[in-house]
């Protein structure tokens, strides 16, 4: 069974950077896809930005283009988000999900982990 830990979450003032991470267990990490999704407060949960199986290929929302960057470590079973120039409108939980197939277009998995909060401030 895939399980999602998700970190690196916190408060920052607006223009600042978080790097977020998540760690997945309970399959071989390097032969799927993962993605980032988030969720603000009263709204839906929706995509931030996917990577394929061997970190060659990323795919981005458009809020995110320019401004975030997902990578991964297969050897460490660990996927990244590096996250710069924030502001107040990137607050949301922000959740890792594990990809169904090698690429993002194959979808992903309903596994969530406990998620990351991150509270960015004006």
């Known amino acids: 069974q895939v399980q999602l830990v998700e970190s690196g979450g916190g408060l920052v003032q607006a223009g600042g950077s978080l790097r977020l991470s998540c760690a997945a267990s309970?399959?071989?990490?390097?032969?799927?896809?993962m993605g980032w999704f988030r969720q603000a407060p009263g709204k839906e949960r929706e995509f931030v930005a996917a990577?394929?199986?061997?970190?060659?290929?990323?795919h981005y929302a458009d809020s995110a283009k320019g401004r975030f960057t997902i990578s991964r470590d297969n050897a460490k079973n660990t996927v990244y988000l590096q996250m710069n120039n924030l502001n107040p409108e990137d607050t949301a939980v922000y959740y890792c999900?594990?990809?169904?197939?090698?690429?993002?277009?194959?979808?992903?998995?309903?596994?969530w982990g406990q998620g990351t909060l991150v509270t960015v401030s004006s």
């Open positions: 999900s594990a990809g169904a197939g090698r690429s993002w277009l194959a979808g992903y998995l309903e596994v």
């Open positions: 990577i394929n199986w061997t970190g060659g290929s990323t």
């Open positions: 309970g399959r071989t990490f390097s032969s799927y896809a």
